[in-house]
């Protein structure tokens, strides 16, 4: 599959996916639009932040009452966009509420392909994934979450990943001896639609967008989603047990008789706040994907979709301050899997990140994106502006946990994220006894 064919796979998928009836009322096709204003307008400028192996070995101790959230900004942002852009004016949640809250490492790096199930898998695990680009394999090496389930023994009801598309389905299964299934996490997808469903919601926008009517276009979106509903199905073959299976046909009858949003980064969020709520998980991942929808062409949807992602990021933060079993003990890392490329006289700019086989068109604003750390003796204000791989994710996560990632991952810089108390081991999450203590009194 070349290049080409690979976009036009994508968007197409894209086009069929639930989200693309939520991403606007505007017809559902491919075209160029031109921005407008200038990226450097006046603004109101924010206050500056402040500087700041394999072989079977013996069963680590996780450390009780801590949890961990990854969150994947994924479908491949750039921090021209997001940190870089003076006024924040599309991730507002994450700059006014969230970064001063943790510690911003401004400088992550991508140096491997530049494709969102090759990045995201390579944050699961710390090493650089899917050399071949068959993301039909599973891993080559053990995914934190597989970790997490085989050290601690936990079932699988304890790891769970919400991810964007089935090309992300096996980032928590691995083929290495005493991995793999039997300690995989759930894995949860959105529902998809038909093709001819897809086309004919496409028919219906195109028909209402040159009658030229608001009210016709807002009518043709609300009834693409009454398409997208009655036309969905769900691949559920990542979940492991009937407990995970009860649960997510659960939850896909309530949105399937639902009438707000198809956005497939919605459907994830509500799912897993909803996971939080029932099993209360150690580990949760949530990989978004609809910022991808800039192989559509369109900056206006580009940068909509960042603010949705910000929004969406900010509901699970909030989560885990509104529940007793996540509240002061969860480490939430939230980072994209990528980023896009720059914008030059002869080159596709935001529309594209790199030709995935050459690395052709990988340039800085496809490898060096950024990470925000929230959680218990995370520093607060804190920055981080050294060069580190994205790959040091799954160190860092694991120790956290009190766990190591396997033989050769990039290294932890849990360190760097630290406060001096934390880092010292005089700082830690209150334990179960005290919050139910709390809570009786």
Request: overall charge neutral; some cysteine; charged content about 25%.
């Amino acid at each position: 599959m070349n290049r080409r064919q690979f976009l036009r796979y994508t968007i197409g998928t894209a086009t069929a996916s639930l989200g693309a009836a939520a991403w606007t009322v505007a017809p559902v096709a491919v075209f160029l639009e031109t921005r407008s204003g200038d990226d450097a307008a006046e603004c109101t400028r924010l206050p500056p932040m402040r500087p700041i192996d394999f072989a079977p070995r013996p069963r680590e101790t996780m450390k009780q009452d801590r949890k961990l959230i990854v969150v994947v900004f994924g479908g491949g942002t750039r921090s021209s966009e997001t940190i870089d852009d003076p006024c924040h004016r599309h991730i507002p949640r994450l700059w006014n509420e969230m970064v001063p809250r943790g510690t911003l490492l401004s400088h992550m790096r991508i140096e491997h392909r530049v494709v969102h199930p090759n990045c995201t898998a390579s944050i699961m695990t710390g090493h650089w994934e899917w050399d071949d680009n068959d993301w039909s394999k599973p891993l080559a090496h053990p995914s934190l979450l597989e970790i997490v389930r085989k050290e601690t023994g936990q079932p699988d009801t304890s790891a769970w990943a919400f991810v964007y598309a089935s090309i992300l389905a096996r980032i928590s299964e691995s083929s290495v001896p005493g991995y793999g299934p039997p300690v995989a996490a759930n894995v949860v997808e959105p529902p998809t639609i038909s093709r001819s469903a897809a086309e004919r919601m496409s028919q219906l926008l195109h028909e209402a967008a040159r009658r030229g009517s608001v009210d016709g276009e807002l009518a043709a979106a609300r009834e693409c989603a009454r398409l997208a509903r009655l036309n969905s199905r769900l691949n559920m073959s990542g979940l492991r047990s009937e407990p995970a299976r009860a649960f997510v046909e659960s939850e896909y009858r309530v949105w399937k008789g639902g009438d707000g949003t198809t956005s497939h980064d919605a459907f994830l969020t509500d799912r897993a706040v909803a996971c939080m709520k029932r099993f209360g998980p150690d580990v949760l991942v949530v990989a978004f994907g609809e910022i991808d929808c800039a192989h559509y062409g369109s900056w206006s949807r580009y940068v909509e979709a960042i603010q949705r992602t910000d929004e969406l990021t900010w509901r699970l933060w909030q989560a885990t301050q509104e529940m007793e079993s996540y509240r002061g003990r969860t480490l939430m890392l939230i980072l994209p899997d990528h980023g896009r490329e720059l914008e030059s006289a002869d080159g596709p700019g935001f529309i594209h990140h790199s030709d995935f086989y050459t690395d052709r068109g990988a340039d800085e604003g496809c490898r060096r994106v950024w990470m925000l750390a929230l959680g218990p003796g995370v520093r607060v204000g804190g920055r981080v502006d050294r060069p580190i791989p994205t790959t040091a994710v799954a160190a860092t996560a694991l120790e956290y946990l009190g766990l190591k990632a396997s033989e050769g991952a990039a290294a932890s810089v849990l360190t760097e994220l630290q406060s001096r108390s934390a880092a010292n081991g005089q700082e830690r999450p209150p334990g179960r006894r005290v919050a139910m203590a709390e809570k009786a009194g």
